[in-house]
């Protein structure tokens, strides 16, 4: 083995974080991604506002898979099925 060691500059970092972030959000808009949040303003211990925040973020392709059969692509909550 040789003992050459090299040195990455800071371009090539940054690069390597640049595709790591690309990869990352293809794994994550193939499988999809669900944020969810509570806001709560309150003033003096007493609630005046709770906001409960749900976002699905996925691609298209993903979201209308199931639709072509007529079922829902995702679960459907209103009957208790679990998602296919």
Wanted: proline share 5%; net charge negative.
């Amino acid at each position: 083995m040789s003992g050459v060691v090299t040195e990455a500059g800071p371009r090539s970092v940054r690069d390597a974080r640049e595709i790591a972030l690309v990869d990352l959000l293809d794994r994550l808009l193939a499988g999809g991604v669900v944020l969810t949040g509570d806001i709560t303003i309150s003033l003096a211990g007493v609630d005046l506002v709770r906001v409960s925040l749900r976002a699905i973020i996925t691609s298209i392709n993903q979201a209308t898979m199931h639709i072509d059969d007529g079922e829902p692509a995702g679960d459907d909550w209103t009957t208790g099925r679990p998602p296919r």
